[in-house]
């Protein structure tokens, strides 16, 4: 059973065309929740951090917030260089263990 | 800072060969780890280390082996491979465990055949 569902698998916009990005998660005890982007061929790459219910994080077009069962990325006025895949993950405690649980992404498609 | 660096970026194996793959930070982290990532499942965690000489399994260890003799480096190593673990890795390290975001290194696509 996944911990971490994200929602759309995919998703394609027109430029200037807002929307967002779901993350939901069953985990108990969350120690925060990261969002990642993920270009092609390439490693993730850190976009926010996020501890408690009601916390919100911004970076240019990207907004992230946190509720108790889900996170929603949301993109204002994309551009095509928001494409990418975006991917969710989820630190909670397991047994005193550091395993963190990653959702399966959305990929985003920008068209000018 | 050359951040999180990997190599080799490309590897083809045959059936039953061994390996390792290297990873190295700059960033005096104390938490490092692997991942595969494979289409459609997401990234899974193979081996963590949250410090030198400390490591740990993941949700897939099977087939893997890493040590941590220093802080700079984990290498995870494929005992004999096989097509199973055809898949992208990629290291990660954090500044400690479980309450920071990790700097991803740009991967190795590995195919075994």
């Known amino acids: 059973e996944d911990q971490v569902t994200q929602s759309p698998e995919a998703l394609r916009l027109q430029e200037g065309e807002s929307s967002s990005l779901n993350c939901s998660y069953t985990v108990s005890g969350l120690r925060g929740l990261f969002w990642y982007r993920q270009d092609p061929g390439k490693g993730p790459e850190f976009l926010f951090t996020?501890?408690?219910a009601g916390e919100e994080k911004e970076k240019e077009r990207l907004k992230a917030t946190l509720t108790k069962k889900e996170s929603f990325l949301h993109i204002t006025a994309p551009k095509p260089e928001d494409s990418a895949t975006y991917l969710c993950a989820v630190q909670a405690p397991a047994g005193g263990s550091y395993i963190p649980t990653f959702g399966r992404g959305t990929s985003l498609i920008v068209h000018p | 800072n050359a951040g999180v660096t990997q190599t080799p970026k490309f590897q083809v194996l045959k059936t039953g060969q061994s390996m390792t793959l290297q990873c190295a930070q700059d960033m005096n982290h104390e938490y490092m780890s692997w991942y595969r990532q494979d289409p459609g499942m997401g990234l899974r965690l193979i081996h963590y280390s949250v410090g030198a000489g400390i490591t740990d399994q993941g949700e897939v260890p099977n087939g893997y082996n890493v040590s941590r003799s220093t802080t700079e480096d984990f290498p995870l190593r494929l005992l004999s491979a096989a097509p199973s673990q055809t898949s992208v890795y990629f290291c990660?390290?954090?500044?400690?465990?479980?309450?920071?975001?990790?700097?991803f290194g740009p991967g190795t696509r590995l195919t075994v055949l």
């Open positions: 990660a390290s954090s500044y400690v465990a479980g309450y920071n975001e990790q700097f």
């Open positions: 996020l501890y408690s």
